[in-house]
């Protein structure tokens, strides 16, 4: 893209806002990714905060979530009217056995099915109907440069996992990073890989440079960039499924990521915000596109009592999240 044409991309936002609007995309999701570990057994992904923990973690057991944590998580995101975007976890950090019972209690506590990223399986056929769809994390849709990135997740294997998660009647879902150093033109690779494997759902993250990987000094994508990303895969998909992440420091995007096509927004520390200035500023940004926010980041009452619904094995992480909802970290 060797000239950028400003008034191209108003009009392509301009277009997909009004498709989106045509499609009836009136409510915004506020989506909660659930992390199940800190480590991963691959560690090399060279973005990824966890490639910089993997040589600092002695017992792996120690890096993975309490259970009960975790589902009272869900609980809290549940009252709240959060979705949980996917359980993500690094690879060998859980089994499939028991990922599978942390999703089953998860579906029985929200009464949805739960999306994975918990990286590439052949076991897929352990899973019911606890799973709504599997996530495969490509980052990035061109196969030279993804695997640069992502040097031992290997494309192909995740499109076969795809391609059978389909077999077995799961929505399919993918994770693509902006800001890596991708080509603009490099959204014809993902056009191409979300008609050749029938994707139901993109979620979009801009690049967060973590500190230790080689990313430490990139800046994250521009504003305008990402919007026009999403603004083409909105027009030539009419029907999919479209998450944005951002981060605190560029809550700024979100309205314009929403009238380029976006059905949810993601990647915020939810409890360190709820209640705050930053909370009240998404909800501010989803009000002026026209939209209704589905769950909410301020409403106090919402948080119910420090006590399960649920379990009261819960009761402790419960009253430790409302804590941390209602400390205001964020002034």
Not at 103 to 112: F, V
Not at 169 to 177: L, V
Not at 200 to 220: A, K
Request: charged content about 25%; aromatic content about 10%.
């Amino acid at each position: 893209m060797n000239d950028i044409n400003s008034i191209e991309t108003l009009e392509l936002i301009t277009k997909a806002n009004n498709l989106s609007l045509k499609k009836g995309y009136s409510e915004i999701s506020l989506e909660r990714a659930v992390f199940l570990s800190w480590w991963c057994d691959k560690g090399d992904c060279k973005f990824c905060y966890m490639s910089t923990q993997k040589n600092k973690i002695k017992d792996p057991t120690k890096a993975k979530r309490r259970v009960n944590n975790i589902l009272a998580e869900a609980e809290i995101c549940s009252r709240l009217g959060w979705n949980i975007e996917f359980l993500s976890g690094g690879y060998k950090s859980f089994t499939t056995a028991e990922i599978k019972s942390i999703a089953e209690n998860i579906h029985s506590i929200t009464g949805d099915g739960v999306w994975l990223n918990t990286g590439i399986t052949s076991e897929l056929d352990e899973y019911g109907s606890e799973i709504k769809g599997i996530t495969g994390a490509v980052e990035a849709a061109n196969p030279e440069f993804q695997k640069n990135v992502c040097p031992s997740k290997p494309l192909d294997q995740i499109s076969d996992m795809l391609d059978k998660a389909g077999d077995l009647g799961f929505k399919k879902a993918i994770t693509i990073i902006l800001g890596l150093g991708e080509s603009f033109e490099d959204v014809e690779y993902l056009k191409d890989y979300i008609r050749a494997h029938k994707i139901d759902r993109v979620i979009f993250y801009s690049l967060n440079p973590h500190p230790e990987t080689e990313y430490v000094n990139s800046s994250q994508p521009a504003s305008l960039y990402y919007a026009k990303v999403v603004s083409i895969i909105r027009l030539e998909f009419p029907d999919l499924e479209i998450i944005c992440g951002t981060w605190t420091d560029n809550l700024a995007n979100i309205g314009i990521l929403i009238l380029s096509g976006a059905n949810g927004i993601t990647k915020f520390p939810l409890f360190k915000m709820f209640g705050t200035k930053y909370g009240k500023r998404v909800e501010e940004e989803v009000k002026w596109t026209g939209r209704t926010l589905k769950g909410t980041f301020t409403d106090k009452s919402k948080l119910g009592p420090e006590k399960s619904e649920i379990s009261p094995k819960l009761d402790q992480y419960i009253k430790r999240y409302i804590k941390d909802s209602l400390k205001n970290k964020f002034k």
